[in-house]
Nanobody
Framework: QVQLVESGGGLVQAGTSLTLSCAASGRTFSTSPMGWFRQAPGKEREFVAAISWSGTITYYTDSVKGRFTISRDNAKNILYLQMNSLEPEDTAVYYC??????????????????????WGQGTQVTVSS
């Protein structure tokens, strides 16, 4: 069983930066594809970014390309989401998610919630204008 705990959320002003972290338990983190999703009030949970188990391949939703960076530290079992130039539209609860080890990593597959097998509890990000 994998447990995921997000942290780093908060209230920030538009144009500033924030880094989210996701600490993972278990021995499979270094071989598990990981992703970040977000859910705004009244909206469905949506894909933000994904990273392969090795960290060499990343995917982003169009609205965050060039502003957000997903990365991972396999030695520390931590997933990151660096968010720059934040906009009020980025306000949401952010969730990290893990897929089972060595799951096939594709741009289309990693965008779906069903690709992932484990989820964190989420961390709130609020961007004021």
């Amino acid at each position: 069983q994998v447990q995921l705990v997000e942290s780093g959320g908060g209230l920030v002003q538009a144009g500033t930066s924030l880094t989210l972290s996701c600490a993972a338990s278990g021995r499979t983190f270094s071989t598990s594809p990981m992703g970040w999703f977000r859910q705004a009030p009244g909206k469905e949970r949506e894909f933000v970014a994904a990273i392969s188990w090795s960290g060499t391949i990343t995917y982003y939703t169009d609205s965050v390309k060039g502003r957000f960076t997903i990365s991972r530290d396999n030695a520390k079992n931590i997933l990151y989401l660096q968010m720059n130039s934040l906009e009020p539209e980025d306000t949401a609860v952010y969730y990290c998610a893990a897929a089972k080890p060595y799951k096939t990593f594709t741009q289309l597959g990693t965008r779906g919630r069903t690709y992932y097998d484990y989820w964190g509890q989420g961390t709130q990000v609020t961007v004021s204008s």
